[in-house]
């Protein structure tokens, strides 16, 4: 099927290593974060949010780091496996509104 | 979650024909989204499919070229006009299921047009 992610930054892991895939957001009020794993031929997938009044959220094997100073975004996947490899978005939401707006996207390769 | 399909999965058109592509959630939701994916990029939203009224278009994104329907609380439709090789994308819907960051979506449709 057609891949997602063609010219998006890549980043490379060994099986077992930790990841940490980072995206800058643009609006300074904007009221959540969210995390999506988008798999090739598939639309995108949640995986973990984080509210403009928290710094941290950790979920399973997932991390979410929010540092609103420099409006920065970093997801931590810990002991990265096969299974993980797929183009990672960050997305927005604008206070007051339901929409999402999504970041560049980062694929990430786990090699064994 | 919300279980998204989409009809058709992929399809390959002629410039200057339209394709209406079909979104079909597995209960009643509020919200619905489509979105467009071009090759190698992010997901951009195209409009906000409201049930009962006009959809919202995003800026760069009109009703003459993306016309979208919303019959009722489970089913959407957007079509493509008049397409070029430009409209070549992914086409996603989506929904909110409770809070704004609970959104899910559909597997897309994959528009190829020569």
């Known amino acids: 099927g057609e891949s997602v992610g063609l010219h998006l930054p890549t980043l490379s892991v060994q099986e077992g290593d930790n990841s940490i895939i980072n995206c800058a957001y643009s609006?300074?009020?904007?009221?959540?974060f969210i995390w999506y794993k988008q798999e090739s031929g598939k639309g995108p997938q949640f995986i973990i949010d984080i509210r403009s009044n928290m710094d941290k959220r950790q979920g399973q094997r997932v991390t979410v780091l929010l540092n609103k100073t420099v409006k920065h975004l970093s997801l931590q996947i810990a002991a990265t496996q096969p299974g993980d490899s797929a183009v990672y978005f960050c997305?927005?939401?604008?206070?007051?509104?339901?929409?999402?707006?999504f970041g560049a996207g980062t694929r990430l390769a786990v090699h064994p | 979650s919300a279980v998204i399909s989409q009809k058709p999965s992929r399809d390959i058109c002629q410039r200057g024909t339209s394709l209406t592509i079909q979104c079909q959630v597995d209960?009643?939701?509020?919200?619905m989204f489509w979105y467009r994916q071009q090759p190698g990029q992010s997901l951009t939203l195209i409009a906000t499919a409201n049930q009962g009224s006009e959809a919202t278009y995003e800026s760069g994104f009109v009703i003459d070229k993306f016309p979208i329907s919303r019959p009722n609380l489970t089913f959407s439709t957007l079509t493509v006009s008049n397409m070029s090789p430009e409209d070549s994308s992914i086409y996603l819907c989506?929904?909110?299921?409770?809070?704004?960051?609970?959104?899910?979506f559909g597997p897309g449709t994959r528009l190829t047009v020569t």
């Open positions: 609006n300074s009020a904007s009221d959540y």
């Open positions: 209960s009643q939701v509020t919200m």
């Open positions: 989506s929904v909110i299921q409770g809070e704004v960051n609970e959104q899910y």
């Open positions: 997305a927005e939401t604008p206070g007051g509104y339901n929409k999402l707006i």
